[in-house]
Structure formats: structure tokens, C-alpha cells
């Protein structure tokens, strides 16, 4: 395998990459990532110059991506499937765009290595490439508006206790110590036993961190997943239906012991105006002296104004007494570039397109701990979830995963629902259309969920925060402070560990 050249080098790649997403949720096929990963090291190594490490970094990100992004062809197939015949060759190009990151990753430690040959040894090698993942990673959630899905320190997230160290350095970090654990049999049965000592010593030390759960912390919020299929949300006939199923579901019993009642993102299934009768409807969903939280579609009233997609605050009177706007849109998903200075292209591809926010907020509601909504898939961007301002005491984040069947998709984006949760210390309440709907506390532990495509409620103490954590405190900065350390290994073991195995 390592004496492959030219396609069949990038076709080994493309296999590895594609296997090594399905250790990613819901599948969770860890020696899987064991394989990939351990097969990008291999693969770069017998790479002879850093042109030749990007190409097969590039396929082996290809791969990776095409499977890990697959659930967003079923977006396209949702009725009327206007543009089912865009969907392969986006979801295709978003996986080969993707691809260079790993592929810049390869580049770049290959490029070191022969630049300066005391990287050489075997250690040496796995140090280097773990830097250059782990800053390629950073790079994919930061540029062209980020997509920072399926990092690779989510393969942990069937062991909770694995995915506190987090909290410290934050999901980035997370994936530098993982890139080191995966590719350690790479590096030999040394490597391999401090890979073994580094998991278990995170797993002791995440479970220590756990405090126990408390079963009776804050005031009682209701979920409300209502199950709405995406292809009949939207029909005119259908609306007055669907509301009346939203009030329905939230004044069941237990309704007078409420604080809040939470609906998903674009719940009702109309533009919410000041003024609307349908306002005072959903009043009727907010518990006296509590609220109504739901992601709405909102508008002004006012014409060219546009619209919102925005988690809006009801009281029992039906007036919205807060709101805020998504300010982290999905580009082409929920909004065309330029859609105002190119009116009749934008119609032409979409179904329109949603007015940027302002800023992230923490709102400050009487009766509620202050609390900073995320809409949708903002809920994957790391050190990013909360508003200026005074720290939260919990997160909201609304979403409708209904567009996505029953792929992966919901479930990797609960991943970085939870993962959001470790790394800032708060509780998160996620409310979704078609889930996965979840009260998850501030060690990422789901304390009560709603599976896919299930209707139902759920009733829970709002859980308790965490004293602020260091990454909830000081972000990417203590992420520059892990690479600090382990640049300093690097230059250790190249000076005086690593000779033999050069």
C-alpha cells in the first residue's frame, strides 16, 4: 500500500477518507477512523514531495467528505424537488473543495520535513502531521463562512467522559490529541501504548470532571416536537392545522407548572408580523407569567423590509417581547449571495433568501436565567454560540433537521449541539421539528431526548451551568497554547528522541 503511485495512491486515499466517516455519528465505527487516519500517515509518508501529499491528501478528503456530507442531498429531494438535479454535483463539489484541507494538511507537514530532516523520525512525523490537521481544521471553520462539521474529536461522542478535555482546548484541541491517538499505530507499538495511556488517562479524567446529575435544578422548560413532515409544513391549507397542533401540544398536562415552553426553528408555518392575529393564538402556548421561545419567520410588515429567521420571545398576551435574528445564514440554503444587487438571478435558483442578523445576543428574560439562542446549524461553530456581554446560564438552539430525513445529519449536528455544551460549561435546551430534540447539560450528557421523526414532549428542569470553563473563558487562544506545547515536543524529539527512528 505504501508503494502505490499516481490514481492508485489517490484511489487507496479516497477508500480510507470515506471509511474513516463512518466512525462519525450515528455509526460510530471507531476502528474505522483507526484505518483512515493510520492510511493518511502512510500515505503521506511515501509521498515524495509536498505536490504529491496534497493530491492524495485531497482524495482522502474527498472521500471523507462525500460520505460525511451525504444527508445533504436529501434537502433537494424534499417536494416539489424543484432542483433534485443540482444536489450530486453540490454535495460532490462542496467534498472536493473540502478536500484540501487535508490536502493543504499534507502539504504543508511534507513540505516541513523536507524542508528540515530532524522531522524525519517516526514521532517526529506524527507531531508534524497532527499540527498540520489540526490547523487545516481550524482553517475549514473559519474561511468561506466555515464549515466546521464532523471534526475529528467527534468520534468520541459515544463516550461522553473522552469528550471533556473539550472544555479545556475546545473541539480543535480535541482533534489534534485524536489525530495523535488514531495515527499512532503509524509510529510504531511505543506510540501506540502512549496513544492507549493518553485515551485512558482522558477518559479518568473526563469522569472525574462529571458532576452527578441532578434531577431537580432549574424551572421547568417544555419541548414541543411536533413532527411536521417539511413537504406539507408549508401548504396554505395546511396552516391553521399546524398551529393549532403547536398550542395543542404545549398546553398539555403540566402546562401550569411551566416557564417556558420551547417550539423549533420556523415553527409557525407563516411569516410572524407585528400585529398578526396569530399572534395572540400563540400566546396561548406561553404559560402564565412564563414564555412561548419559538423559531419563527419573521417579518416587519413593511415592504422590501425582508424577512428573518429568528427565535422570537412570547408572553401570554401574544406580544413578542424579544427576538433574535440568525446572523450565521447557510449560504444557498438560506440565502443567495448578493440576492438584493442580483433580485432576478436569486429568484431564479431559490426559494428566496433570509436578511443577515445583527450580532449574537444573551438575553435577559424576568423569571429565566439569562439565555443565548443559536438557530439551526450556528450550533456547530465553536467559541461562537454565545452573545457580548455578561456570561449565559444556558443555551437555546432551534432547528429543523426535517429537511434531512433519517440520514446522519441530525444526529452529527446533535454532536456539535453537545459539544457546544462542554466546551462553554452551559446546559442547552434543542428544540426540533422532526428531531433530534434533547436537554443536554453542561458536561454534554443528554439527559432526555425525542428521536427522529418521532411527536411528542418533553418536560425538564432547565440543568445547571458550570463555573465558566477555560475555552468558554479564553476560546482559540488556549488552542494556540496546546500547539504551543506540542511544537515544543516536536523540537524535543527531533533534538534528542527521534534519531533511531529517523
Request: some cysteine.
Amino acid at each position: 500500500m505504501k508503494n502505490l503511485t499516481g490514481w492508485r495512491a489517490a484511489g487507496v486515499a479516497f477508500v480510507a477518507g470515506a471509511l474513516a466517516a463512518l466512525a462519525m455519528p450515528p455509526l460510530q465505527w471507531l476502528p474505522l477512523a483507526v484505518l483512515g487516519v493510520v492510511v493518511f500517515v502512510w500515505q503521506w509518508d511515501a509521498a515524495p514531495g509536498p505536490r504529491s501529499a496534497l493530491w492524495r491528501g485531497w482524495a482522502w478528503g474527498l472521500g471523507h467528505f462525500a460520505v460525511g456530507s451525504y444527508w445533504i442531498l436529501d434537502a433537494f429531494f424534499v417536494p416539489p424537488a424543484d432542483f433534485a438535479f443540482a444536489g450530486p454535483p453540490i454535495v460532490i463539489g462542496l467534498a472536493a473543495i473540502l478536500g484540501f484541507f487535508p490536502g493543504l494538511a499534507g502539504m504543508a507537514a511534507k513540505w516541513a520535513a523536507l524542508r528540515w530532516p530532524r522531522l524525519g523520525g517516526r514521532h517526529c512525523r506524527l507531531l508534524l502531521l497532527a499540527l498540520a490537521w489540526t490547523a487545516a481544521e481550524w482553517l475549514r471553520g473559519h474561511v468561506f463562512t466555515g464549515y466546521p462539521w464532523n471534526p475529528l474529536g467527534h468520534v468520541w461522542a459515544f463516550a461522553t467522559p473522552l469528550l471533556q478535555s473539550a472544555s479545556l482546548f475546545g473541539v480543535y484541541g480535541l482533534g489534534l490529541l485524536s489525530f495523535l491517538v488514531l495515527a499512532a499505530p503509524a509510529a510504531g507499538w511505543r506510540a501506540s501504548v502512549a496513544a492507549l495511556v493518553l485515551v485512558g488517562g482522558a477518559g479518568f479524567g473526563g469522569q472525574l470532571a462529571m458532576a452527578p446529575v441532578n434531577a431537580a435544578e432549574g424551572p421547568l422548560v417544555r419541548i414541543v416536537q411536533p413532527n411536521t413532515p417539511q413537504a406539507e409544513k408549508w401548504i396554505p391549507e395546511n396552516r391553521v392545522r399546524h398551529l393549532a397542533k403547536l398550542v395543542e401540544m404545549s398546553r398539555r398536562e403540566g402546562f401550569d407548572r411551566l416557564s417556558a415552553v420551547v417550539w423549533p426553528e420556523t415553527a409557525p408555518p407563516f411569516i410572524v408580523e407585528p400585529g398578526s392575529p396569530a399572534l395572540k393564538v400563540m400566546g396561548t402556548a406561553a404559560p402564565s407569567g412564563g414564555y412561548l421561545l419559538t423559531g419563527a419567520a419573521r417579518g416587519t410588515g413593511v415592504r422590501g423590509d425582508g424577512v428573518w429567521n429568528s427565535l422570537l420571545v412570547i408572553d401570554p398576551a401574544g406580544a413578542i417581547v424579544a427576538h433574535y435574528d440568525k446572523v450565521h445564514l447557510v449560504p444557498l440554503g438560506e440565502y443567495i449571495p448578493f440576492h438584493r444587487q442580483l433580485a432576478p438571478i436569486a429568484g431564479f435558483i431559490g426559494r428566496g433568501s433570509f436578511e443577515e442578523g445583527e450580532a449574537r445576543m444573551t438575553m435577559d428574560l424576568p423569571g429565566l436565567p439569562s439565555v443565548s439562542p443559536v438557530i439551526c446549524y450556528e450550533v456547530i461553530f465553536p467559541a461562537a454560540v454565545t452573545g457580548p456581554g455578561a456570561r449565559p446560564r444556558w443555551l437555546l438552539n432551534v432547528t429543523n433537521d426535517a429537511w434531512f430525513g433519517l440520514s446522519s445529519g441530525p444526529y452529527q449536528h446533535l454532536a456539535s449541539a453537545r459539544m457546544r455544551s462542554i466546551e462553554e460549561g452551559l446546559p442547552m435546551i434543542r428544540a426540533a421539528n422532526t428531531g433530534v430534540s434533547a436537554i443536554i447539560d453542561a458536561y454534554g450528557r443528554v439527559l432526555a431526548s425525542l428521536d427522529m421523526q418521532q411527536e411528542g414532549i418533553i418536560d425538564h428542569p432547565l440543568p445547571m451551568a458550570r463555573a465558566i470553563t477555560p475555552y468558554g473563558r479564553w476560546g482559540d487562544w488556549v488552542l494556540l497554547g496546546l500547539f504551543a506545547v506540542v511544537t515544543i515536543l516536536l523540537i524535543v524529539s527531533s533534538r534528542f528522541g527521534d534519531a533511531e527512528n529517523a
